[in-house]
């Protein structure tokens, strides 16, 4: 990388975000997502991120941000983001800093980190009652290191640990009632390609104190393996066919943002994707395909 181009990074607005991604791939759903949320929280902002694909983003000392960036091993960030809250209020106390340049402290990571590796740590810092974002970009893999499944692996996604007829023989655990269940201030689910109901929720988010979540599922070409070019359709059909459910908890009671109608068959959705490809190819599976809806069924017959 030469100066001018490192130089040229430096001066970038947040808008220029996507094009920043100089270490990304093309389509990628997190960074889609973080340029959402980069978007409405803007500048005052420090981001305390987990190993993963976006912490390609940190190209030391520069980054397309604005604000700060604090990498942190994998199951660590929620501990990170405590100590840089606490930094924030002593400096705030002490009058070494005024309190309108205060920052908004957001913890960035994968699923594997969120789902699995920093669930610890999460847990310890929603007991506390840390004022914090999480933003989880979930793209249902150990994406950085070549989608090894994690637990947010969809059930029967051929994985690099999973291969096979079956594919991933578990079922994607459910971070948003794992989280709700610590009865924090606020959980949303969200992707980037509803970006209204997305900066809706992370708008809301912002204006609130305490733990705070939003997983936004993050459809990723190479890991999920399907063109670039498809990776808003593939979003809009995660919501259309009730895969990727959006919804959100405030108080104790699960709203949900959208419910699909008609919900078209989860098979719309699968069949974009070479990672459920064996399900369709070269005999379909259709016991596999047949459990996936009915699990999507299930669920939604039980939304009000
Ligand atoms: C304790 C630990 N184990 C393994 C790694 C290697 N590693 C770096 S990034 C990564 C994948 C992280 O997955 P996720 O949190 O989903 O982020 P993504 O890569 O999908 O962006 C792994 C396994 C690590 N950094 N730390
Ligand atoms: S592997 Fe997936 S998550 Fe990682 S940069 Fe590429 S598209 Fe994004
Ligand atoms: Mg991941």
Known sequence: ?????????????????????????????????????????????????????????????????????????????????????????????????????????????????????????????????????????????????????????????????????QGYPGYKKDLFDIWAANRPSYVATAIAAEPLDFARKVSKAKEMKGPRLVIALAPCPPGWIFDPSQGPEIGRLAVRTGAWPLKEYVDGKVTHTHIPHPRIPVEEYLKLQGRFDHLFRPKRNEAMLADIQARIDAYWAGVA
């Open 1 to 165: 990388m030469n100066d001018d181009f490192i130089k040229s990074l430096k001066d970038m607005p947040s808008a220029h975000l996507l094009g920043a991604g100089v270490a990304m791939c093309a389509g990628c759903g997190g960074l889609q997502a973080l340029k959402e949320v980069y978007d409405v929280l803007g500048k005052n902002t420090v981001f305390v991120n987990a190993a993963g694909c976006l912490t390609l983003l940190a190209i030391y000392p520069f980054t397309p941000f604005r604000g700060s960036w604090l990498y942190t091993a994998m199951a660590s960030a929620p501990a990170g983001a405590q100590g840089v809250r606490d930094a924030l209020d002593i400096l705030i106390e002490k009058k070494r800093m005024p309190p309108e340049e205060d920052l908004d402290v957001v913890v960035l990571t994968g699923d594997g980190a969120a789902y699995g590796m920093g669930l610890s740590a999460t847990s310890g810092a929603i007991d506390r009652g840390l004022d914090f974002l999480y933003l989880c970009y979930d793209n249902e893999g150990f994406a950085n290191t070549g989608q090894q499944y994690s637990a947010a692996t969809p059930h029967g996604a051929r994985t690099a640990t999973s291969a096979g007829r």
